[in-house]
């Protein structure tokens, strides 16, 4: 079954600086994978998703992750931090034809002024 | 676009109460999953319904039951409900008939408190 690491539980960068979140997946096969942002109480939005293709993937607010087979990472990233972006973000990994996406335990964004 | 829609978003009980969860996927989805997000927690995958019919299990507790209707909402009933019942129950629904992978959307939540 696949399964994801974030190896981080909690990180604190300075607004303006940059930001590079690590997610390492366990799956035979191609993997989807997704990163997802949820402020405190509220719902997943997702930030963008990698299913073939180019392996840098651009989305939403400013983030990008790229896709590194050989590595099995999946490492969310952007340049610029707002202190709008402290939240919690999820990686997740599914498979074609499985019903049971498996979510990584979060790493929760502090931004520092 | 119309999104995954949940009701209540909301909801306290006490202990050994019932509570029920509806969900309203995207329009055209045929595919309905449900998860619960402790505090602290990453989502955890309970079930999920194909065409009104159950297709997966997850870490659904024995006193919870779910059923996808003819018109694809989707209920889950919570029975007994315990302190550590309480979390954040997302819905999702994605669409076979798209093909190719199947993309969950995911709703905004329910907020369930037991006390």
């Known amino acids: 079954a696949q399964s994801v690491t974030q190896p981080d539980i909690h990180i604190t960068v300075s607004e303006g600086a940059s930001l590079e979140l690590r997610c390492n997946y366990s799956?035979?096969?191609?993997?989807?994978l997704f990163w997802y942002v949820q402020s405190p109480g509220q719902g997943l939005q997702l930030l963008l998703k990698?299913?073939?293709?180019?392996?840098l993937v651009q989305g939403i607010k400013g983030f990008e992750a790229e896709f590194k087979r050989s590595q099995s990472s999946f490492n969310l990233r952007k340049p610029s931090v707002h202190w709008s972006d402290a939240a919690e973000y999820f990686c997740?990994?599914?498979?074609?034809?499985?019903?049971?996406?498996?979510f990584g335990a979060g790493t929760r964004l502090t931004v520092k002024p | 676009a119309a999104g995954v829609i949940q009701s209540p978003r909301h909801l306290i009980k006490e202990k050994r109460e019932t509570a029920t969860l509806k969900c309203y996927p995207i329009?055209?989805?045929?595919?309905v999953y449900w998860y619960q997000q402790g505090p602290g927690q990453d989502p955890q995958f309970l079930i999920s319904f194909y065409e009104k019919m159950q297709s997966d299990k997850g870490s659904i507790p024995d006193r919870f039951s779910a059923q996808q209707f003819s018109d694809y909402h989707s209920e889950l009933n919570m029975s007994s409900l315990e302190l550590g019942d309480s979390a954040l129950y997302f819905c999702a629904s994605s669409s076979r008939l798209a093909g190719g992978y199947n993309e969950q959307f995911f709703g905004p939540g329910t907020r369930l408190t037991v006390l």
């Open positions: 329009p055209r989805h045929d595919t």
């Open positions: 799956y035979g096969a191609t993997p989807y």
């Open positions: 990698y299913f073939s293709g180019d392996t």
């Open positions: 997740a990994v599914g498979q074609y034809n499985n019903n049971d996406m498996r």
